[in-house]
Nanobody
């Protein structure tokens, strides 16, 4: 069983930065692939970035070059550094975990999800 708790969301001006954190419980964190997703009102939940247990990464085109995913195996935490934020980045951001990197990237049948954290970008 893995529990995920996100933090770091908030209100920021366009062009600003935020760093989201996702703290994971459980001894097997380092064997899991992790991902960040977001869901804006009236839209589907989309993958933003994913990182494998050995730090291979994937980025959606919409955030490539602006967002960076990383993980700290000692702190059992995955991060999403978000730079040059835009109003269209406004959404609820979710952390997710599963043992398959491709599964996390695909966003299907993922077993573990956080509760979400709101990010609002003002123009």
């Amino acid at each position: 069983q893995v529990q995920l708790v996100e933090s770091g969301g908030g209100l920021v001006q366009a062009g600003g930065s935020l760093r989201l954190s996702c703290a994971a419980s459980g001894r097997t964190f380092n064997t899991y692939a992790m991902g960040w997703f977001r869901q804006a009102p009236g839209k589907e939940r989309d993958i933003l970035a994913a990182i494998s247990w050995n730090s291979d990464t994937f980025y959606a085109d919409s955030v490539k070059g602006r967002f960076t995913i990383s993980r700290d195996g000692v702190k059992n935490t995955v991060y999403l550094q978000m730079n040059n934020l835009k109003p269209e980045d406004t959404a609820v951001y979710y952390c997710a975990a599963d043992q398959g990197f491709n599964m996390v990237v695909a966003g299907t049948n993922i077993r573990y999800w956080g509760q979400g954290t709101q990010v609002t970008v003002n123009s």
